[in-house]
Each structure stands twice: as structure tokens, then as C-alpha cells.
């Protein structure tokens, strides 16, 4: 497939999400809006679109001049019936895309949470991927409402809306399981981390303790973009 993903950060990339693309032999194209010239492509010459993460609100369209038109690009893939992977930021715009709404996050969420399983889904391979109540990082203050048409699909102990699909083609993730260490550090120094800053938010040495976690969030996020972008059951 020709797969392209946006990335809004510098600091902030695709993680373990490259690699595989890598490894599976897929055809990688990027937009790189902190970069000066960044473009986006024609919906025409992808077959699929990811969306990561960012420090920006998705109605910050007077900051960031751009917002407008990967709105614009998302909303056409998704009418067009191409696979739409959002994360985070991603997630939010693809449900705006789709005429859903972004505000505010009953909590915030910065660390180690449990994602649970919420409506049964129409792909298989991911009720079981979301059955094993993975152990996800979380860094968001906002939260999207669950567009028309589309199923919760898992939440938090914090949050409802961790989660959703949209037919079988667009799926939105608040969560990262495509992080390392590296980025999480770089999470922590970028946005500024105030311990004790809510019931949801767990301390620097908490969230850097445990390096398994990581491995096991990355073995876990390659399990779905397996089952996501490749058609392959390979749980």
C-alpha cells in the first residue's frame, strides 16, 4: 500500500510506526508541517493516511494555517473509503472530519493506563487485540465525542472515549502505543509535567520506570497496524 502519515512535531514522531511499514514493504510518503515547504498530497497517489499526534487544539486553525487543509485531506479519504489511522491529535481531526465534536477531557490523562473494551466491533482481530486490556501511555487533555455512525470501542478508567471505529476503514486511537522511551521523554520535557496535577496523571519516575511496558505497547500497536493496513489475522 501506499501509506502516508502526517507528523505536526518535530519532536513528536511515528515511533515504532515506520519501522514496520518498513519491514512489511509498504510505499511510505510524509508531510512534515514543522518543516518550511511541507505539503500534503492528493488523496489520488495514497491508499492510506496516518495522523499523529500534536501539541496544537484541532480548532487552532488561525496558529496553524494548515489545519484547514489536512482537515480537508482526511475528510476526503475517509468519503473515499481509504484506511485513516488517527492518533491522539489524529484521532480528534479524524473525528471532526467525520462531524463529531473535541473539547475538553473530563481528566487528563498523562501515563500508564489500562484501555478497556467497550462495543463489539466488525473486525475480529481487533475485539481481541482490545480484550487484553493492553497497557497504553496517555498524553491528552482533550477528548472526542464518538461521530455518528461509528462504535466506542474502548475507553479508560479516566476517560469514555479512548477509542472508535468508523465502518472498518477509520480508526481513531486517543492513546500511544507507538511510543519509545525517547519519545516519552521528550513528551515529559515538551510539555511540561506537573506531578499530582490531577487523579490521572502519575509522576516522571512512574512513567519511566518501567521499560517493559513500552516493549509491550509497541509489540501491540505493531499487532494492530498488522490487522489495520495488512488484512492479515497474525494475532
Not at 509498504?26 to 499523529?52: C, K, M, R, W
Request: charged share 15%; aromatic share 8%.
Amino acid at each position: 500500500m501506499r501509506i502516508h502519515y502526517i507528523q505536526h512535531e518535530a519532536r513528536i514522531g511515528p515511533g515504532c510506526i515506520v519501522s514496520w511499514l518498513e519491514q512489511s514493504g509498504h510505499q511510505i510518503s510524509s508531510t512534515h508541517f514543522y518543516e518550511s515547504g511541507s505539503s500534503l498530497p492528493q488523496a489520488d497517489n495514497i491508499d492510506a493516511l496516518i495522523v499523529l499526534g500534536g501539541k496544537m487544539n484541532v480548532y487552532d486553525d488561525a496558529l496553524h494555517t494548515w489545519l484547514p487543509a489536512e482537515k480537508a485531506l482526511v475528510q476526503t479519504c475517509i468519503a473515499q473509503g481509504k484506511k485513516v489511522l488517527g492518533i491522539c491529535l489524529g484521532a480528534q481531526l479524524a473525528a471532526v472530519a467525520l462531524g463529531a465534536e473535541v473539547k475538553q477531557a473530563p481528566h487528563r490523562e498523562l501515563g500508564w493506563f489500562r484501555v478497556w473494551p467497550q462495543q463489539p466491533t466488525t473486525l475480529p482481530w481487533l475485539d481481541v487485540l482490545l480484550a487484553e486490556t493492553p497497557l497504553i501511555f496517555h498524553s491528552h487533555e482533550d477528548q472526542f465525542a464518538i461521530p455518528e455512525g461509528a462504535t466506542l470501542v474502548a475507553r479508560t478508567a479516566g476517560n469514555e472515549h479512548a477509542a472508535f471505529l468508523y465502518g472498518q476503514h477509520v480508526l481513531g486511537l486517543q492513546f500511544h502505543a507507538e511510543v519509545t522511551r525517547q519519545d516519552i521523554t521528550i513528551l515529559l520535557d515538551d510539555f511540561g509535567h506537573q506531578e499530582g496535577h490531577g487523579s490521572y496523571v502519575q509522576s516522571r519516575t512512574e512513567i519511566l520506570k518501567k521499560p517493559m511496558y513500552m516493549t509491550a505497547a509497541n509489540h501491540w500497536m505493531r499487532r494492530l497496524l498488522e490487522g489495520f493496513f495488512g488484512g492479515r489475522n497474525t494475532l
